[in-house]
């Protein structure tokens, strides 16, 4: 949580870590970071925190204020700029916050920086500060959103637009508040926004894509063509078909598929992490006919295998979207305007454009675990090398700590469903 551990202490020591590092690998020259954040109130401690690091090590610091991630991401690399930094807790609660680093390149950090710069947090970054007449200048720079919202348009053909398409986006109270109802506004789209009233502590409070349902009960109140619920930094989407159906990372994903590989755009084949659905495995292989990939969870991963394989396409059944053609990182706003394209060339009811394939039965479950210890215990792996014995090749079993919160996440599918829920249960009855 921000202020317990995520201090300004340890804000500033990260800075002058990540600075140091990224200074000493990248020449001698005037050496840039840009620094954004969402619309968490823990978001103005943290940033003042981390100028004073980058600042005492001899960066310039440009900040933007609040906006999405894959914004951050874009601009480290359009501006030039040796790092870049978005202070975000994505879709947690308002009450946490996290740090996530960008290399000149607009990618995550690979694992290897990362672990330098946290053994540098633990030697104590402070002895690399600069010299009084060497350091860093920090400011805020105007500009920026429009700047990625003229990106983000670019990602469609010439002459396309959504005029006609009656769109509720919801926005989470989060960092793209302003850019997504202004860019769908400005391809003509009537617009019905939600969720564009940060106070610094309502952010994914009762909305965007944690809680979809309120995306979708304005879908049916306002006859909307589709619904789109963004998380906090926007890197990730729900859409909500005309219906009031939630249509989740696994469905987007199938249709951007099918219509890149319709206009020839499909580089390769699909990256998707083990939480996809069998159903959508089987589409890409079966359908489309292309090679699908899986990773761990986490976008990153997902990102780091397009990347080795060259494709251009993936993401999570959570709604993260990787359109590597447009983006070094997932982005919601970029990935929803994928699908309005199609829904308006399709015309056709988002209901039918958005469900490619049936997806098979899945049951997700999550058990307390704050010790992370459950799947140490020989009762826990017992019983689920006996789940797995039980699915066989029809069905699949996952169970993993989670990152980011204090439980063990389990996933059981299968084409039986009645197995799938009395595998489900007896996992439950032993880690409960």
Not at 15 to 42: L, P
Not at 146 to 169: A, H, P
Not at 298 to 310: A, I, P, Q
Request: hydrophobic letters at 40%.
């Amino acid at each position: 949580m921000a202020n317990e551990f995520l201090t300004p202490e340890l804000a500033l020591k990260v800075a002058q870590a990540a600075g140091y590092v990224f200074m000493r690998n990248n020449g001698e020259h005037r050496h840039q970071v840009i620094i954004g954040k969402d619309t968490r109130e823990s978001g103005y401690m943290i940033e003042y925190a981390m100028v004073a690091g980058f600042t005492s090590v001899g960066m310039d610091v440009f900040l933007t204020g609040p906006l999405p991630t894959p914004a951050i991401a874009k601009l480290t690399r359009s501006m030039r700029c040796d790092m870049g930094v978005m202070i975000t807790a994505s879709h947690n609660p308002y009450e946490d916050n996290g740090i996530k680093l960008f290399g000149a390149d607009g990618y995550k950090l690979p694992d290897e920086i990362e672990q330098e710069i946290e053994k540098l947090i633990l030697a104590d970054p402070s002895q690399y500060k600069a010299k009084s007449g060497k350091l860093g200048h920090a400011k805020r720079i105007d500009g920026v959103e429009e700047r990625y919202i003229e990106s983000v348009k670019g990602t469609l053909l010439q002459g396309d637009n959504f005029e006609k398409i009656k769109i509720v986006i919801d926005c989470a109270n989060g960092a793209a508040h302003k850019v997504a109802p202004w860019t769908l506004r400005e391809l003509g789209a009537n617009v019905v926004a939600i969720g564009v009233e940060p106070n610094g502590t309502n952010i994914n409070d009762k909305c965007g894509s944690t809680h979809p349902r309120k995306t979708a009960a304005m879908v049916i109140d306002q006859e909307a063509d589709i619904g789109i619920a963004l998380d906090g930094d926007a890197d990730r989407l729900i859409i909500i078909d005309e219906k009031g159906q939630v249509v989740d990372g696994d469905q987007v994903l199938a249709l951007i598929a099918s219509s890149w590989q319709e206009t020839g755009l499909l580089k390769g084949g699909i990256v998707a992490t083990v939480m996809s659905n069998l159903g959508f495995e089987r589409f890409v292989r079966d359908t489309l006919k292309v090679p699908f990939e899986r990773t761990q969870v986490g976008d990153r991963y997902v990102n780091e295998k397009m990347r080795e394989l060259g494709y251009n396409l993936g993401g999570e059944q959570s709604g993260h979207v990787i359109c590597s053609d447009f983006s070094t990182t997932g982005d919601g706003l970029i990935a929803a305007l994928q699908v309005v394209s199609v829904l308006k060339k399709k015309k056709r009811p988002a209901s039918e454009v958005l469900h490619l394939f049936n997806p098979v039965p899945q049951i997700q479950r999550e058990v307390p675990d704050p010790k992370k210890i459950l799947l140490k215990k020989p009762l826990v792996q017992a019983v689920i090398q006996q789940s797995i014995q039980k699915l066989g090749q029809s069905g699949r079993l996952l169970v993993r700590n989670s990152g980011t919160e204090p439980v063990l996440r389990l996933m059981v599918e299968g084409d039986n469903h009645l197995l799938i829920e009395q595998v489900m249960d007896d996992l439950l009855a032993v880690m409960q």
